[in-house]
Structures are given as C-alpha cells and as structure tokens.
C-alpha cells in the first residue's frame, strides 16, 4: 500500500523536558505578563456531582436577513469561569466561551475582529515566530474560501488592529456545529487554552431530521482549565486539570423521562482528549464534525480529540441523576487525561414519548466511489533537539514553514491520502510515541482504510486521531475553492512546535 503514495516532501522525554519548553513559551506569557501559577489536584468528584447550577450555553448572535453583522473583542480583562472571577484569561467579549454565532447556508458573514490582548512588553518568546498578542481568525470546519477577508491563517492582526471578515457561506453549506479560534502558528496553544473560541453553528442538518423536529438542543463546549489564586495556571499536567462545560463545572442537565433531546458536543481543549459517556445512556449518532452522517449509529462511549465536534440525541431514561463524564483516554507520555465528571444529567418531571432517528439520513457522496486524481502520503513523527533542550514535531520530516509551498491540489478532483503516525522515525529521533488528531482546512474527508483493512464510514469528518503506527486512509473531494492552506496535528503544542504543513488548490 505504501508504495502507491508518493512522499510530499514539499509539504512542509520525558515530562521534564516537555514541559520546560511549555513554560518557556506559554509559561514566559504567564509569568511576565500575568503571573500565572500551579494547579492543585481536581476537585473530588463527589463535589462536582453534588452540582445544582443548571448549564448555561454561551450568548448567541444571529444573523438576520441573509447577513451575520457582529464584533469580537479579544482582550485580556478578568473574566468569570468555573463560577468566579480570574485573571490571565483570554476571551471575546468578556465570555469564557466566546459568543455562539448561528448562521443559515448562503448568508454572508460580515465578522470585525479587534485585538486588544493586552499583554506588556511581550517579544516572541524562544522558539515562536510570533508575539504572542498577534491575532487572526479560523472558521474551524466550514467549506469557505481560504482567501482573504474568509479564512485565511496566515494574517497577523497586531494588537490595538481591527480585521473585517466578510464572505459568503455556500448556499448548500453543511448545517451543524462549527467553531471559531486564532490560527496564529507559535501561539495557537496559548490562547486557545486561555480562553479564545467559540462555537459556530450553521443552521440545518440534524435539527431538520423529521423525527427530531422541535427537540430541545443543547450546545455544550468542553474546555480545559488549571486556575491558582484566582488566575489561569499553565505548565500544569493533564491529571491536574479541570475540564468544563460552557465554563461550569459538571452543571445539571435536565431532560423528562422518555424526552429525546439534540446534543451537539464541541472539544475546544487546547490538548485533552474526551471520551464520553453518560450513566445509564448512550448517544445516536447523526453528526460529526458539522456534517450529518447518512447513517446514524448509537453507541456508548464517543472519542473526542482536540477540535473534534459530535452531534447524537439522548433519551431521558428513569427518573434520577445520571454522571455525564469522560471516562479519560491516554494519547501518550504527556496526555494522560482522567476520568471526570462534565455534568449531571437530570431526569425528571411529565414522561415523554421518545423520538426514532433513522437509520438511513442521506446518501454517501459521489466521490467516495469516483476516480482518484492523485495519491499522497504524510507522515508524522517527532523528535527532540538536546542542545536547545525542546521537542520538534513534523510533517514528511520537515517542520512547519508559513512561506513554503506545499502541495498542489486542482481544483474539482479527488485524493487519497495515507496518514501515517510513524513510530520507528519518532524513536528514532528521541521523541515521544503519541497520538496525533489530524485536521486540514477548507474540505472535509471520508476515512476508508485503517492499517489496510477496509472500514465503515457512516458520514464525512474534518478531524481524524491516528494512534501510534497507525496508517489511515482518507479521501477527499477539492471543491469550490481554490487558494492555500494548512493541514496539521490538532494537539495544538504539536501544532505550534512545527506539525502543519502547507497545501494550496489551483485551478
């Protein structure tokens, strides 16, 4: 198999170690600039269970008359998370999640961005090739153009600026569950983790299945979060973390017996890995990384990796509390992320008659079966320089570089691509054996092979994890835009350290 993909080289251990390079970038940002500290151990998880605050879902902005007219702020004023007040966050408009913006296919989104991260005398720390207040915008998953005023990566909005975004959603855009964060390649890591995203939702998809016609929905963002004496902590270990939803700890969830709610489930996690599961409940799955599956399944436990979006419906089961959790996942020496609670389901009340979600939701697309143009393969591997004492991450052997160009994709064909989270390079460079999520911009993709046997795709996805010495096959159909982008680990210290590489589509 391997040798069918031509190897795109134009595409550009301990703790100890890792994490001295964590702190000698996000940390520099903390200690200089806001004085941030260590975590202590999660709170037991009786107390988080114990929880009576309801879930509260991020404010909402929508457009009106074809066109989403709104403002994001970006600052660094104190805001309130996991019910009190911190410094050292970062957010838009004062919200930890930001503003959820609710669009519907076809609209045009007219999107000002103004930096105002206030962060004194910062200078790129070691290893970054920005300062870490620069600014820019990615709509997470959307099919729009790469092109500036869309999402484009590479501009830099320096602080005190404002960026207009303007540009038109397609008029047979996906609906579901999107979001929207910095692209700024070295400081990405930071500031997803201190507070910058949102959730995007493109109206349509699941919520327009006919058995699922006015359902209540639920958007939930998961996030992880270290505070200390009342400011935001990094350098701090995945066991030592809390995780959020909507930035409360494990809220309540209510739901009728018998009632069939939506939930769409975002990982804005800068690193962490979920793996959810909900008491005495499973999930229907109908959508994935905001694209409605044709064919749901249900099921028990959902891997969620960095950036990773799901959408399923819940039933109400016996009157009672149920825990809503991830049951932890370990995606390597450095990703050893526990078990916690992320709510309390709570039944109660006038039972419900349950809602059926079909089997059959859609058709799989032409291209899934249709002629490949080209075959490609990127490989994954990491390693770590001694003498600077840091870790390096890469993409075909070469690490990152904005102003390299990658690979050439025309415009209207199909590839297929072969990922490979390649062991024996990694070792061999003295990194660390890991998981790597990974994600391309602007089109999705079909997973059709893992380790060469064939699998079952029950929809498209913009976001694969590919254990270590796994070998997954995609493919994708290059559609409607042309203009350059990246694809890249979504671990977002990988990212960051140099595991993205470049692609453009030409006509």
Not at 80 to 89: N, P
Not at 206 to 221: C, D, F, N, Y
Not at 283 to 290: C, L, Q, R, S, W
Not at 477 to 489: E, I, L, N, P, T
Request: charged residues 20%; glycine residues 10%.
């Amino acid at each position: 198999m391997k040798n069918q993909y031509e190897i795109q080289e134009d595409a550009d251990t301990d703790l100890s170690r890792r994490r001295t390079l964590f702190l000698g970038a996000a940390g520099i940002i903390g200690r200089i600039a806001l004085g941030w500290g260590l975590l202590p151990q999660n709170l037991p998880a009786a107390t988080l269970a114990a929880s009576e605050i309801a879930l509260k879902e991020p404010p909402l902005v929508k457009s009106a008359g074809g066109v989403l007219k709104a403002a994001l702020q970006a600052t660094t004023k104190p805001v309130k998370v996991i019910g009190q007040l911190i410094t050292g966050a970062m957010t838009y408009n004062g919200h930890y999640p930001g503003p959820t913006l609710r669009v519907k296919p076809g609209d045009r989104i007219r999107l000002k961005v103004r930096n105002d991260l206030d962060l004194p005398n910062m200078t790129p720390p070691a290893g970054m090739n920005m300062a870490p207040n620069m600014l820019n915008t990615h709509f997470h998953g959307m099919h729009v153009s790469p092109l500036p005023k869309a999402d484009n990566i590479y501009l830099d909005i320096p602080f005190g600026k404002s960026y207009d975004y303007d540009f038109q959603v397609p008029s047979n855009h996906p609906g579901g569950l999107y979001w929207y964060h910095p692209h700024v390649h070295g400081v990405v890591d930071t500031q997803i983790y201190s507070g910058l995203s949102g959730m995007l939702l493109v109206e349509g998809g699941a919520e327009h299945i006919p058995a699922l016609q006015g359902v209540r929905q639920r958007l939930l963002a998961l996030k992880n979060i270290a505070v200390k004496d009342g400011a935001l902590a990094t350098g701090v270990a995945p066991p030592a973390q809390q995780h959020t939803t909507n930035g409360q700890l494990a809220p309540s969830i209510a739901i009728r017996p018998g009632e069939t709610q939506l939930w769409r489930v975002v990982n804005m996690g800068n690193e962490p890995y979920y793996q959810l599961s909900l008491e005495g409940h499973s999930f229907t799955v109908v959508a994935e990384d905001g694209a409605m599956l044709w064919e749901s399944y249900t099921t028990e436990t959902l891997l969620l990796p960095p950036g990773k979006r799901f959408e399923f419906t819940v039933t109400g089961g016996k009157a009672g509390r149920y825990a809503f959790k991830t049951l932890g996942y370990n995606s390597g020496p450095f990703g050893d992320w526990r078990a916690a609670e992320l709510g309390v389901l709570v039944v109660g009340g006038n039972k419900d008659t349950p809602r059926q979600v079909p089997t059959l939701l859609g058709e799989a697309p032409a291209y899934l079966t249709g002629p490949i143009a080209k075959r490609r393969f990127i490989r994954f591997s990491e390693g770590f320089d001694a003498s600077a004492n840091m870790p390096y991450f890469e993409i075909n052997g070469k690490t990152f570089e904005p102003l390299t160009n990658g690979a050439q994709i025309k415009l209207g064909t199909t590839e297929e691509w072969l990922i490979y989270n390649d062991i024996k390079q990694t070792e061999a460079k003295g990194g660390a054996v890991e998981d790597h999520p990974f994600h391309i911009h602007v089109n999705n993709f079909i997973v059709t092979e893992i380790d060469g046997k064939p699998v079952k795709a029950y929809g498209a996805q913009d976001i694969v994890n590919v254990r270590p010495g796994e070998k997954i096959l995609i493919r994708m159909a290059f559609a409607d835009f042309v203009g350059k982008s990246v694809f890249h680990c979504h671990i977002l210290f990988h990212e960051d350290n140099g595991m993205m590489a470049n692609f453009e589509i030409v006509p």
